[in-house]
């Protein structure tokens, strides 16, 4: 579990002592060669639910993704985990972000209408 | 600029030589690098790096900047070592700097001025230019909390993790995790996790899952090279040098601990967008009469 963000922290020699503008964070990083772990076991049965079956929180999961963030939606990040903790009745140390960034894609895949909503509202063109 | 500092919660995880190493591998790329290493001991950065014979001097130091008291310029107190690596050598005086700090903050507040123990450096390495002298700024805090921490987190804010890769090495992470949080309130600032380094790596599935479950970016794991490690440190230098001049073969192994280092710095340096000017082919070192191996 993270509370730490993930990427470079605010530019300390900045003029305004304030997050600098238009700072890039990435959710997630390109990381050139691949790390060295791989021999952990995948158990690719469908019996047990994902988490409970998996032995580490990457099992199964290759695929890296980079997501360019505004940091009004970086800082997001942090406020979400914390929320579906509260849901959860969890504490926020125990709840995996690598959980919830996969749980937003579901969650977006279900909800189509509403990322429309979104994208229009930053001033996506429907006539496009 | 980039700026991080080496941090980690338990000592003994390769935190000095991660960042020597580091600084060597942006450095030989053409990079502009400057080490402020603040963790004065027996085996500190500037041993390592073997700049380390002034550190009981009466001469200026890093501290006395840092009080607003110099004994001379910003600029002088920079020393090269390999490499073309700028650092400003550990002094014995950095063991006083906390009542060093404390004292200018009651003499300035007993004139009604304000003084921040924790932005010292800060402000040192900002009027001095150093974001538009050098492309990479690497601090080497010690491993304990205290004004030394502070200031390093402070002056970089963004973390590069030596992380041990044991089941004591996954706590120190977690415990780092709520050591940070206090900081980023007590600073007031935002501190973000560069890369996780798992260090002595020997590739048994317990330590293969404990970095299967970082979840900070992970773009290499250091292999344990006890006697590599040991060898800069007798001749004080990093493993760069050590291999290309006090090596009589080069062995895969360690080339390819050279080669994790170089790929280390170019994600490090991506991260921010920085492109060094001559990355090597990562591993590839010239041998001592200037030719390529």
């Known amino acids: ?27 997630e990083s390109k990381s050139e060669p691949e790390p060295e772990t791989t021999e952990t076991e995948m158990n690719t049965t469908e019996k047990y639910p994902y988490v ?13 993704h980079v997501a360019f963030l505004r940091d009004e939606f970086a800082d997001l990040e942090q406020d979400i985990v914390s929320d579906v903790a509260d849901e959860l009745d969890m504490r926020v140390k125990d709840v995996s972000v690598t959980d919830i960034r996969e749980a937003m894609v579901q969650v977006a895949s279900e909800n189509p209408e509403r990322m429309a909503e979104v994208l229009l509202e930053w001033g996506y063109d429907a006539k496009q | 600029m980039l700026s991080y500092s080496t941090y980690s919660e338990a000592g003994g995880v ?31 950065l500037s041993r390592l790096f073997g700049v380390d014979e002034d550190r009981a001097a009466d001469i200026d130091t890093l501290a006395h900047h840092m009080i607003r008291r110099p004994k001379g310029e910003f600029e002088d107190l920079i020393v090269e070592a390999e ?4 650092i400003i050598p550990e002094h014995n005086n950095l063991g006083d700097l906390g009542d060093w700090l404390d004292r200018e903050k009651e003499q300035a507040e007993a004139v009604g001025e304000a ?36 200031n390093a987190i402070n002056a970089t804010r963004s973390l590069v993790i030596p992380v041990e890769a044991t089941a004591k090495g996954e706590a120190a992470v977690d415990g780092l995790e709520e050591l940070v949080g206090g900081l980023e309130e007590t600073l007031s600032v935002d501190i973000g996790v ?17 970095v299967d479950e970082i979840e900070y970016p992970v773009p290499e794991i250091i292999r344990k090279r006890a006697s590599l490690m040991e060898g800069c440190w007798k001749k004080q230098c990093s493993a760069f040098s050590y291999v290309r001049d006090h090596r009589d073969r080069r062995r895969d192994h360690e080339m390819d601990t050279l080669a994790k280092f170089d790929r280390l710095a170019r994600f490090l340096e991506d991260r921010v967008g920085i ?18 191996a």
């Open chain 1, 1 to 27: 579990m993270t509370t730490m963000k993930d990427g470079p922290g605010s530019d300390p020699f900045s003029d305004d002592e304030d997050q600098d503008d238009g700072d890039e964070a990435t959710t």
């Open chain 1, 52 to 64: 409970l079956r998996r032995d580490t929180v990457k099992d199964e999961r290759d695929n890296e």
């Open chain 2, 14 to 44: 390769g935190k000095t030589t991660t960042a020597a190493n580091l600084a060597v591998a942006h450095a030989r790329a053409g990079l502009d690098v400057l080490v402020v290493p603040l963790d004065q001991q027996e085996g500190d």
């Open chain 2, 83 to 86: 490499h073309g690596v700028d």
């Open chain 2, 115 to 150: 003084f921040g123990v924790n932005s010292a450096l800060l402000r040192v390495l900002k009027d001095a230019g150093v974001p538009e002298e050098y492309d990479v700024l690497i601090c080497d805090p010690p491993a304990t909390e205290g004004v030394h921490l502070h």
């Open chain 2, 194 to 210: 560069l890369a996780a380094v798992p260090t002595r790596f020997e590739g048994t599935n317990d330590q293969k899952e404990v």
């Open chain 2, 275 to 292: 492109a060094a000017p001559n990355p090597p082919e990562p591993g590839v070192i010239e041998d001592k009469e200037g030719v390529e």
